[in-house]
């Protein structure tokens, strides 16, 4: 891969690990008021806080995965599958830039 394409997808990942540790905080169940009310007000707010509880967790598992794939371009290991060793095709990486695997192996894994 060229190191202008390189840069490119890394400038992308650390985009997208700035945005998404923000994200994190803003749905952070701590940062959530919680009113006291009535039973329906108090279960609204217990469904929004799981809501905010899954959400934090998806954007937990997409940050570990974008920073593995930071810590993979500073130990020149970026773009090699994780499960065969080949080179993960550049096409799929514009896609989905912290992808672990190649479309061989990810078709293995997820049908």
Do not use: W
């Not at 773009?79 to 695997?101: A, F, H, M, Q, W």
Request: hydrophobic content about 30%.
């Amino acid at each position: 891969m060229i190191k202008k394409r390189l840069k490119q997808l890394r400038d992308r990942l650390l985009g997208d690990r700035d945005r998404l540790e923000k994200e994190l905080e803003e749905v952070s169940p701590a940062n959530m008021e919680v009113n006291p009310g009535d039973e329906e007000e108090q279960a609204d707010e217990v469904e929004e806080m799981a809501g905010r509880v899954a959400l934090a967790e998806v954007i937990r598992r997409r940050l570990r995965r974008i920073r593995s794939a930071l810590t993979k371009m500073q130990n020149k290991a970026y773009g090699t599958c994780e499960n065969c060793d080949k080179k993960i095709e550049e096409e799929l990486l514009e896609v989905d830039p912290e992808s672990r695997y190649c479309k061989e192996c990810k078709r293995k894994f997820h049908g």
